[in-house]
């Protein structure tokens, strides 16, 4: 899907939601659109601060939080604390490469198994989606020396 139909996609939904259309909201939402990546806060804010609107950073930051909330963006944690942001316009989960830090897209299908296990064993409702999976690429597992090699 084209950056300019992601982003139609998303104002149509806030629109069909009964949501304003902002000068912020709109920013944020082309910086993720054209973004085709997982950017962090810091991220959307330079994108923001280079496109034509003048949009604080706090407000870049309350704007993505508001639309967090009403579903139109997702957020995943990723390591260290971080946190990367997309629009919800597929479901899918997430894995970041310990070594180079980027973040890829898994199936949502992936942890059905694990979910229900944790389910039976625990009673535990598993939620995957704002989480990233913790790992390393064969071309990162493959760069990294084995303790035999240290």
Do not use: K, W
């Amino acid at each position: 899907m084209t950056a300019d139909a992601r982003l139609e996609r998303a104002l149509a939904t806030l629109r069909r939601n009964g949501e304003r259309v902002t000068e912020p909201r709109r920013a944020v939402l082309v910086a993720l659109a054209s973004s085709g990546d997982h950017p962090t806060a810091e991220q959307v804010v330079a994108a923001v601060e280079a496109g034509p609107s003048e949009v604080h950073r706090a407000t870049v930051y309350r704007t993505l939080e508001t639309l967090s909330g009403l579903g139109i963006v997702t957020h995943v944690h990723v390591g260290h604390g971080g946190t990367a942001y997309h629009l919800d316009d597929d479901t899918h989960l997430h894995a970041q490469r310990q070594r180079c830090g980027a973040v890829v897209d898994v199936p949502d299908d992936l942890l059905n198994d694990v979910s229900a296990r944790l389910h039976d064993v625990a009673g535990f409702h598993l939620d995957p989606a704002h989480v990233a999976l913790s790992g390393r690429c064969s071309g990162c597992h493959e760069a990294t020396p084995t303790r035999s090699e240290q």
